[in-house]
């Protein structure tokens, strides 16, 4: 290696390691750690989207005779990684609407009048394999469902009525089953900051500050 080739990639080692610890104090000490996209590359939130649970989109379609019927492919489920189909991944069910339309379209079926979307939801120690979940619990391996309906759609997949998912139904649950967190928030304003200082605040109020 040449002289010169030594010199930058000792120059790139220094530099990445500068910003790299930049990043790690400047989160500890919670300095710019907003308002700039350059953070996001020096702050470890590999993880920070991972769950607990597992879920799974079911779609249910209901016939003017009033019978039910499962909204799937009949061609084959295209599975792009493992055994999951792909509406499975849309998570957001952004594509929903189109996917309902594209097989009710493509289908003989009676009329449609309404179509269901069904959240199911689950934890994910229950996927594990019996011999290795008993290794690891030493409870039943008695799986679970909380079933949530997330939408109702139309014939064409358009949304007519849409709620919320579990996840924030039962964040929204415990908030509201918090006596001091309806408290707090029936005598606070609409807006307000969530980066104060605690020690700022008067003892004997309530609410949170609105600066």
Known sequence: MSRWKKIGACAFIAAWACCMGAGI??????????GNTLSYFVVWDMFCGWSAWDQETHIIAEGSSGKYYEVKEPWGEFR??????????????????????????????????RVFIVQEVWPKQYNLPPKLYSEYFEQEQDKVSYFNLR??????????????????????????????????????????????????QNESAIGLSTN
């Open 25 to 34: 104090v400047g989160h500890a000490l919670r300095v710019g750690i907003c």
């Open 80 to 113: 792009p990684f493992g055994h999951r189909g792909r509406i499975q991944y849309d998570h957001t069910n952004h594509m929903l609407s189109r996917h309902v339309e594209n097989i009710l379209s493509h289908t003989d079926h009676e009329r449609i009048d």
């Open 151 to 200: 939408a109702v759609c139309a014939a064409n997949g358009q949304p007519v009525q849409s709620y919320q998912d579990w996840f924030a139904r039962q964040r929204m649950a415990s908030t509201f089953d918090n006596p001091r967190i309806r408290q707090q928030a029936s005598s606070s304003t609409s807006m307000y900051n969530t980066f104060f200082n605690p020690r700022t």
